[in-house]
Nanobody, 124 residues
Framework: QVQLGESGGGLVQAGGSLRLSCAAS????????MGWFRQAPGKEREFVAT???????AYADSVKGRFTISSDNDKSTVYLQMNNLKLEDTAVYYC??????????????????WGQGTQVTVSS
């Protein structure tokens, strides 16, 4: 089974930057699609970005142009570079993975594995 662990969350001022990482282990990692989701208090879990076989595939409209997803296959790690952070970006950010994807995946219920999340708080 694949195991995921997020890190890099913290407190940052609006307009600042933060880089999240997701360390994945498992023999099918190199063939999987990886995604980032976030969930703010009182809101649903929403799609942020996804990458398939090392290539960025899709971004949510709310983060397009500000966030960048990338991967380090040697270390089995996926990153989310977040720039020009806004107050509304405050949320718990989750890493997800799906084995043997057939295409771009933006729905949370289509992913097979999830990390425990890392808190990102943006202050004014």
């Amino acid at each position: 089974q694949v195991q995921l662990g997020e890190s890099g969350g913290g407190l940052v001022q609006a307009g600042g930057s933060l880089r999240l990482s997701c360390a994945a282990s498992g023999r099918t990692f190199s063939w999987s699609s990886m995604g980032w989701f976030r969930q703010a208090p009182g809101k649903e879990r929403e799609f942020v970005a996804t990458i398939i076989r090392g290539r960025p595939s899709a971004y949510a409209d709310s983060v397009k142009g500000r966030f960048t997803i990338s991967s380090d296959n040697d270390k089995s790690t996926v990153y989310l570079q977040m720039n020009n952070l806004k107050l509304e970006d405050t949320a718990v950010y989750y890493c997800a993975a799906k084995r043997f994807p057939s295409g771009t995946i933006t729905s949370a219920n289509e992913y097979d594995y999830w990390g425990q999340g890392t808190q990102v708080t943006v202050s004014s």
